[in-house]
């Protein structure tokens, strides 16, 4: 069976048909067959942002800042959501480009920025493990850590490759694509960054945090949110799949509070600002 699924998947390549396959309905039916847990997982995940986002409304607008090749891209679209897909990654944003736009018949609700998400516009240097690795990072304490821990990804990472990539404040892109009811960033250590560009509230936030490594830039992201919106929740989730990790949101003390003692590798961190209250009522 794999070896012929290969088969396949070269000769769709060979012609040049392989990504607008991957990108169109019939995909989704090849896997019910082949890996229905995919289908499941994906669910799952559509569930757990349903229940999350109290208050969202079909034709919202979702920033998915780090949307690699459109994972969450395409949860946050079966939401009923418009997505503003950013990702600076060339070899990403032609994936992105193909499954979302160039081969759809009708195309999706999603704008695809090709530039990168920091304090400032500008350039910036990307690290590169790969074109289009999800570790690709303009952070540099990121890079010497994956250079020398395998535990992450099965083995040290090279980076053997600089670019310069542009970059854009989460400001401009709210002045550009209007305002978010939420945004999700997953940048690979530069999320604090990010943040340092955000002045006006939205109602929901989540940051990717690598832990024990990046525990003091997850703490100034946390006091980042805070500083945008006092008296805002946290909550955060080792996997979205298996739900947040509290039945009731915390305040920022109380969080630090369990955050610290924390002891997952790898969580997603979620804030609401005081009027995502109101707008679930």
């Known amino acids: 069976m794999d070896s012929l699924k290969k088969c396949g998947q070269a000769f769709l390549k060979r012609v040049g048909l392989y990504q607008r396959f991957k990108s169109s309905y019939v995909y989704d039916l090849y896997w019910m067959f082949a890996n229905q847990r995919l289908l499941d997982d994906r669910a799952k995940e559509v569930e757990f942002y349903k229940k999350t ?12 800042i780090g949307a690699n090749v459109g994972c969450k891209t395409d949860v946050f679209l079966r939401l009923g959501a418009k997505v503003v897909a950013v990702e600076p990654d060339e070899h990403n944003q032609r994936i992105l480009e193909q499954n979302f736009l160039t081969y759809r018949l ?5 704008t695809i920025v090709g530039k990168a998400v920091s304090d400032r516009n500008g350039l910036e240097t990307m690290w590169v493990d790969e074109p289009g690795s999800p570790a ?10 994956l250079r020398t821990d395998p535990s992450r990804f099965g083995k040290n990472l090279s980076f053997g490759e ?3 990539v542009e970059t854009i404040t989460l400001e401009e892109l709210i002045c550009s694509h209007g305002l978010p009811f939420y945004v999700k960033i997953d940048v690979e250590g530069h999320e604090a960054a990010v943040l340092r560009g955000l002045r006006t509230p939205v109602p929901y936030v989540s940051f990717e945090a690598n832990l024990p490594e990046f525990k003091p830039e997850a703490l100034e992201c946390i006091e980042l949110l805070e500083n945008v919106a006092a008296r805002g929740d946290f909550n955060f989730a080792p996997d979205c799949q298996r739900g947040l990790a509290f039945e009731r949101w915390l305040r920022k003390n109380k969080f630090v509070d369990v955050f610290n003692d924390c002891r997952e590798p ?9 009027v995502s209250r109101a707008l679930s009522n």
């Open 53 to 64: 986002l109290l208050g969202f409304r079909k034709g919202n607008i979702i920033f998915d």
């Open 162 to 164: 600089k670019k310069e």
């Open 266 to 274: 790898y969580i997603e961190v979620f804030w609401r600002a005081p």
């Open 136 to 145: 690709n990072t303009l952070n540099p304490k990121w890079v010497e850590t």
């Open 106 to 110: 009708i195309k999706r609700p999603v």
